[in-house]
């Protein structure tokens, strides 16, 4: 079973070289992408040769189409690689995983064959998606962007263009669908969303000026396409429970929990399923503890 790891990141570098050496494992690679906007030197300091860097880096924006595109560059590296990988993996540089690597796989072997992506048809008020992401016009980052958001509601406001817009007329027959930015997706599956986005210009054009596409494109294509009944929750734990648009440090609550859960379990809006990685781990120590939790658990087995 190899799996390909697709990281993205902009800052801490030291962060970054713990999770890729995690990962490490003689039927994966990983594969990550820094901010353009970042210094990229840091960061190969620190991984070294344990991990390829794209060439192609996309200067990212939180909630912008940006992460989309970063998004897709990691795919398409991975899928040109001469190792046929059968899962690709999209995750944060502050996620760690819960299981070694050698687990994940098992993982993988076990679920052949399924799509663990977060996705709920919109609008969801309980996931908190609102078609308001679809129909509210989203300038892009930059002041030209702004201007032509801020211009657009203007004429909106006056009555000289619709307020709102309509999606169905760039979405067609598509349901819209969100979840979470994270997923572990077949080959298979990553390859259809190539083509998709190839030959769907205008869907993809659609969602250059929405907020937080990076929760929508990918659930939507897939909802709407034959992989739907393959599709699960993701494998990626997040705390929410402090609110607000970030979720929760991992600290030691987490790791005590954890610990008592070798094999983390959640159930919710997104269904049922076992994790395998958590977000967000930004301090060593919880580094640290979660590779003495895994090394600890591997030893007993």
């Known amino acids: ?28 690679e990983v594969f990550v992408h820094i901010d353009a906007h970042s210094d990229i030197e840091p960061f190969r300091r620190a991984v070294g040769s344990q991990a390829s860097f794209t060439a192609n880096r996309i200067p990212s924006q939180w909630s912008d189409y940006s992460l989309i595109r970063a998004a897709l560059v990691l795919m ?26 050698g687990e994940i796989e098992d993982f993988f072997r076990q679920n052949n064959g399924i799509e663990f992506i977060d996705s709920i048809a919109m609008p969801s008020e309980a996931a908190a998606k609102p078609l308001s992401r679809l129909t509210r016009y989203k300038g892009r980052p930059g002041p030209v962007g702004w201007w032509v958001g801020k211009s657009r509601r203007l004429l909106g406001e006056l009555g000289v263009m619709p307020l709102a817009r309509d999606y169905k007329r760039w979405l067609g027959e598509l349901v819209p669908h969100a979840g979470n930015q994270w997923w572990a997706l077949t080959r298979d599956a990553c390859i259809y969303i190539q083509r998709f986005a190839a030959h769907h210009p205008k869907f993809m054009k659609f969602y250059e000026n929405t907020h937080v596409p990076d929760e929508m494109v990918f659930q939507t294509i897939l909802a709407n396409s034959p992989f739907r009944s393959n599709m699960r929750r993701s494998i990626t734990y997040s705390d929410w429970s402090g609110g607000g648009a970030n979720p929760s440090e991992i600290g030691e609550r987490h790791i005590a929990m954890f610990r008592a859960n070798p094999r983390m379990r959640i159930d919710g809006i997104y269904g049922s399923g076992e994790l395998l990685f958590c977000r967000k781990v930004t301090d060593a120590a919880v580094s640290d503890q979660l590779a003495a939790m895994i090394r600890q658990r591997n030893a007993r087995m």
């Open 76 to 101: 398409e590296t991975a899928l040109a690689s001469p190792r046929r990988f059968d899962y690709l993996v999209l995750i944060s540089g502050t996620d760690y995983p819960l299981r070694s690597a």
């Open 1 to 28: 079973m190899n799996v390909a790891y697709l990281i993205l990141a902009h800052d801490r570098p030291e962060q970054l070289a713990r999770l890729v050496r995690e990962l490490q494992a003689p039927s994966s």
